[in-house]
């Protein structure tokens, strides 16, 4: 997981540091350094990684990540169905 911030000037004049999370898959932390820096909303906003977290488990769970030609970006819930839940 790479934490990353940058400033909008847009929002409360450009003094607030905003932040943003990316999941990357890589081999280790400078290759999903330079994965996250190759983006072009990490560019276009000038963004800065403020740090990395390695994901390998999670609630007692191994994240294992297998190579797949499907593409399949998960369910997306919004805010009033996730109240539902």
């Known amino acids: 997981m790479m934490h ?3 400033y909008d000037k847009n929002i ?3 003094i607030y540091e905003i932040h ?3 999941f990357v898959a890589a081999l280790n932390p400078k290759d999903a350094k330079i994965k996250t820096q190759s983006f072009a909303e990490f560019k ?3 963004m800065h990684i403020d740090g ?5 488990f999670v609630d007692g769970y ?3 990540l297998k190579e797949s030609s ?3 970006n998960g369910e997306i819930i919004q805010y009033d169905d996730a109240k539902e839940l």
């Open 4 to 6: 990353v911030g940058y």
């Open 12 to 14: 409360g004049d450009g």
């Open 20 to 22: 943003l999370n990316y």
């Open 44 to 46: 276009e906003k000038s």
């Open 52 to 56: 990395i977290k390695e994901i390998s």
């Open 62 to 64: 191994e994240v294992l």
């Open 70 to 72: 499907e593409t399949h």
